[in-house]
Nanobody
């Protein structure tokens, strides 16, 4: 059974940084794109970043472009999200997913989801 475990969230001041991790188990994801999504209170889940299976291509939501970097280590079945210059509007639960293309296309139940990690940006 596929399992994703996100970690690295926490409380940070505006302008601060955090690094999220998502460890996948159950099978290798080295041939799969991976993505990060987030859901703020009272809002729908939204796309944040996507990385191709090789790591050679990355895509970002406009709201995080230039501030967030997605990366992966296929040997560790892990995908990361380095976040800097954090803003209060980045406050959300962050999730990783194993089929981000289909989720972006509207198939929200595609792939596997972890339990999420809370990021709170506040002074």
């Amino acid at each position: 059974q596929v399992q994703l475990v996100e970690s690295g969230g926490g409380l940070v001041q505006p302008g601060g940084s955090l690094r999220l991790s998502c460890v996948a188990s159950g099978r290798s994801f080295s041939n799969s794109a991976m993505g990060w999504f987030r859901q703020a209170p009272g809002k729908e889940r939204e796309f944040v970043a996507l990385i191709s299976w090789s790591g050679s291509s990355t895509y970002y939501a406009d709201s995080v472009k230039g501030r967030f970097i997605i990366s992966r280590d296929n040997a560790k079945n892990t995908v990361y999200l380095q976040m800097k210059s954090l803003k209060p509007e980045d406050t959300a639960v962050y999730y990783c997913n194993t089929d981000p293309d289909r989720v972006i296309a509207g198939y929200s139940n595609s792939g596997s989801w972890g339990q999420g990690t809370q990021v709170t940006v506040s002074s």
